[in-house]
């Protein structure tokens, strides 16, 4: 598979959870090196050695969040919304000059089924904040449900990126392509809080359904 100019190394920080892991394993299936990223570097150490089981040829190595966050030539952050502020503010100044993919939804415990949005407007827009403007965020992946990732199949949901740069966005765009989903430029940061906000809707609907993994899927493009 044809990789991105410039992108040979993608970082994931808090990879060594539920959504970290399945885009590991499907952007290390697509050729890409992964760097894990963890509070302990024993945890992320471990965490790629697990990804390596089932992919020994890939290029996983696990690293400190701050030391995965400089060997990234992108970087994608997948914590929860309550610990967000306090790791970014812990590798921000290994960001510079990089897009930083922001999945952070705003759960906020134990009503995750109910939107519950910040009052800064989303959790995207706090994460641009926080690292500033030297650093292009990108919303994605809010809307996916993690333990449909582990496989190499095609994912049967959309993905919506959002951010204010349509460069950026076009790059994390065929990321989430190489990662077998359909994605689409869903317009500018501040749109993130449509997509950090439908999540509550779709675990609403998970828990109203038992067994489900609902996703979102957009219908109507003239051209794609
Ligand atoms: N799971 C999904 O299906 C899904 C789908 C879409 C979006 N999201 C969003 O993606 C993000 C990650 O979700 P997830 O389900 O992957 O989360 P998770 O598995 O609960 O946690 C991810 C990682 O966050 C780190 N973490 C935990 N507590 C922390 C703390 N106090 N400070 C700093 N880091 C901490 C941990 O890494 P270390 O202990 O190794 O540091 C953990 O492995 C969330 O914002 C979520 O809303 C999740």
């Not at 960001?95 to 993919?101: P, S």
Request: with cysteine.
């Amino acid at each position: 598979m044809e990789q991105i100019a410039n992108i040979k190394t993608i970082s994931i920080i808090g990879g060594t959870g539920a959504l970290g892991t399945g885009l590991a394993s499907r952007w290390a299936r697509a050729g890409y090196r992964i760097i894990i990223g963890s509070r302990q570097a024993d945890k992320a150490v471990n965490s790629a050695a697990a990804l390596h089981k089932d992919l020994p040829d890939a290029a996983i190595e696990g690293l400190q969040n701050r030391a995965a966050a400089a060997a990234g030539d992108i970087v994608i952050m997948t914590v929860p919304f309550a610990h967000q502020r306090p790791t970014l503010e812990d590798i921000r100044s290994e960001l510079a000059g990089k897009i930083l993919i922001d999945t952070t939804v705003p759960l906020v415990p134990p009503k995750v089924a109910r939107v519950q949005m910040p009052a800064e407007g989303c959790a995207a827009l706090i994460a641009q904040q926080i690292v500033g403007e030297n650093v292009t965020v990108v919303s994605a992946f809010q809307n996916v449900a993690a333990d449909l990732m582990a496989s190499d199949t095609e994912m049967g949901c959309d993905v919506l990126v959002a951010g204010d740069k349509l460069a950026a966005r076009e790059v994390v765009i065929q990321l989430a392509e190489q990662a077998k989903f359909k994605a689409w430029h869903a317009g500018p940061l501040a749109n993130s809080g449509a997509m950090e906000a439908l999540t509550s809707v779709l675990i609403f609907i998970n828990k109203r359904y038992p067994g489900s993994h609902a996703g979102v899927r957009v219908t109507g493009i003239a051209t794609p």
